[in-house]
């Protein structure tokens, strides 16, 4: 089984910045994806960015040039990196673990960008 627990949501004006982590426990396959996704009120949850064990990424169209997904492999972290945020950004963000066919969810965090 895989845990993942989420942390460095909150409420931010439109312009600010905010970094997301995520933590990875149990039996995790070295060989994994990891990667954030959102889901705003009333919308369907979609992929903001993911990052391979090795290291590649890809962002959603809407986050290009914004955000920036890392991850620490000898923590089973990820991180992202929230810049220039807008009021469109405001969403739950969930964090996914991707190894051998399953995925595994955070609880997700909640990220406001408000003035």
């Known amino acids: 089984q895989v845990q993942l627990v989420e942390s460095g949501g909150g409420l931010v004006q439109p312009g600010g910045s905010l970094r997301l982590s995520c933590a990875a426990s149990?039996?995790?396959?070295?060989?994994?994806?990891m990667g954030w996704y959102r889901q705003a009120p009333g919308k369907q949850r979609g992929l903001v960015a993911d990052?391979?064990?090795?290291?590649?990424?890809n962002y959603a169209d809407s986050v290009k040039g914004r955000f920036a997904i890392s991850r620490d492999n000898a923590k089973n972290t990820v991180y992202l990196q929230m810049n220039s945020l807008k009021p469109e950004d405001t969403a739950v963000y969930y964090c996914?673990?991707?190894?051998?066919?399953?995925?595994?969810w955070g609880q997700g965090t909640q990220v406001t960008v408000s003035s």
């Open positions: 996914k673990l991707t190894a051998r066919g399953i995925g595994y």
């Open positions: 149990g039996n995790i396959f070295s060989m994994n994806l």
């Open positions: 990052i391979t064990s090795g290291g590649a990424t």
